[in-house]
Structure formats: structure tokens, C-alpha cells
Nanobody, 115 residues
């Protein structure tokens, strides 16, 4: 059974930083594409960042230069380091894994950035 459990969300002031963590079980994070999506209030879910099985990252234009996605293979975890946070980054952040033809989602973690 595949499980993705996000943690690290919370309330932070604009300009601050947070690191989100996605602990995976039932899969190996380096076996497929891992990613982070977010859903802002009143908006559709959108891509934030992905990392391929080969370790190549990709970012939405809105977060380039501020967010960094990485893997910790030893802990089977995917991280999202978020710096210079803005109020418009407020959202529920979801971890996702695409392994073969299957896509898995975590439950999400709330990030709130105050101005």
C-alpha cells in the first residue's frame, strides 16, 4: 500500500521560509517522478515542482528561484524548501508520486503566509 505523508506546513510571515517533507512508504522515491502541487483558495490545483527519477527538477515560473525540490533517498523522502515566501503562496500543498502508470497523492499540508 502506497502512502505519502506530508509535514512541515504552518504559518509564516512574508519573506520567511518553510521546508515541507513528504515521507513515502510502499514506493521508492527515486523509482519515479515525485512532485509537489498546491491548491490556493478558490483556485485549481497547480504544479509547484517535480523531480524526475534521474534527479532533474522542474519548477513553476511562480516559484523559480525561491523553492527547491530534493530527495533524501536514505529517508525515502521528498523535500520542498520554500524561501522568500509570499502571501500568494498560501495554499494546501500536496505531495505526488508517479510510478509507472500509477499516480499517488498525499493528504496535503496547509501553508499560510501572512503579510
Amino acid at each position: 500500500q502506497v502512502q505519502l505523508v506530508e509535514s512541515g506546513g504552518g504559518l509564516v510571515q512574508a519573506g520567511g521560509s518553510l521546508t515541507l517533507s513528504c515521507a513515502a512508504s510502499g514506493i521508492i522515491v527515486s523509482d519515479g517522478a515525485m512532485g509537489w502541487y498546491r491548491q490556493r483558495p478558490g483556485k485549481q490545483r497547480e504544479l509547484v515542482a517535480t523531480i524526475t527519477s534521474g534527479g532533474v527538477p522542474n519548477y513553476a515560473d511562480s516559484v523559480k528561484g525561491r523553492f527547491t525540490i530534493s530527495r533524501d533517498s536514505g529517508k525515502n523522502t521528498v523535500l520542498l524548501q520554500m524561501n522568500s515566501l509570499k502571501p500568494e503562496d498560501t495554499a494546501v500543498y500536496y505531495c505526488t508520486a508517479r510510478i509507472g502508470w500509477s499516480t499517488y497523492w498525499g493528504q496535503g499540508t496547509q501553508v499560510t503566509v501572512s503579510s
